[in-house]
């Protein structure tokens, strides 16, 4: 069964203090590994799709980044606007339409 | 463009009553979805849409129901509401799979 699992589940960063956010998943055959950030009572924004194992995909001060196993969304030097929840999301050949979301990890960031 | 568009934002139900929840987009996307967010839950499949006049059963279905009669239009039908269906709803759409755009959301209580 295909899973995706989200960590930290929350982080708190200072203003300026680049972190990481894991995304591991277990899937059969992965075709897309996808990033939203999604703002309190608002749906959720789509930021980067990864395809295959090596993959960087960059927008500011994100970089989502792909392996067999794992995607970490890095933040450089985050400011308080890039407080939000981020979801990560798998589409695997088993289940071959639907995305198979994480719980997402809820970030804020302080002055 | 619009994006995705969802009314109502709020509903309040009664246990046993009946809604339809309205989701369109102006994309031209062939690919339509409902989810339901719960809180540290997750977002979870209700139905999908690859297509006009092609619909399928997502991971949660039980209690809804869907059609997808143009492009555009992809209402989802509350039969019957419980207690349980209380939740955030979200629709989606996309081409081919390839990054899902959110609505804003449809926030319904049951009581």
């Known amino acids: 069964e295909d899973q995706v699992t989200q960590s930290p589940e929350a982080l708190r960063l200072q203003e300026g203090e680049s972190s990481s956010l894991n995304c591991s998943y277990t899937?059969?055959?992965?075709?897309?590994l996808f990033w939203y950030r999604q703002d309190p009572g608002k749906g959720p924004e789509f930021l980067f799709t990864?395809?295959?194992a090596g993959e960087e995909k960059e927008k500011e001060r994100l970089k989502a980044t792909l392996t067999k196993k794992e995607s970490f969304l890095h933040i450089t030097a985050p400011k308080p606007e890039d407080s939000a929840t981020y979801l990560c999301?798998?589409?695997?050949?088993?289940?071959?339409?639907?995305?198979?979301f994480g719980t997402g990890t809820r970030l804020q960031v302080f002055p | 463009n619009a994006g995705v568009t969802q009314t109502p934002k709020f509903r309040i139900l009664k246990i046993g009553q009946s809604m339809t929840l309205q989701c369109a987009q102006d994309?031209?996307?062939?690919?339509m979805y409902w989810y339901r967010q719960d809180p540290g839950m997750g977002l979870k499949l209700i139905y999908y849409?690859?297509?006009?006049?092609?619909?399928d059963k997502g991971e949660v279905p039980n209690g809804y129901n869907v059609s997808r009669s143009t492009t555009e239009d992809f209402p989802l039908r509350l039969e019957l509401a419980a207690p349980s269906q209380t939740s955030v709803y979200f629709c989606?759409?996309?081409?081919?799979?390839?990054?899902?755009?959110f609505g804003p959301g449809t926030r319904l209580t049951v009581l």
């Open positions: 849409s690859v297509g006009a006049g092609i619909t």
């Open positions: 899937v059969s055959g992965l075709r897309g």
């Open positions: 994309m031209n996307h062939n690919y």
């Open positions: 999301a798998v589409l695997g050949s088993y289940n071959t339409d639907k995305l198979i």
């Open positions: 990864l395809y295959s």
């Open positions: 989606a759409s996309s081409y081919s799979n390839v990054g899902q755009y």
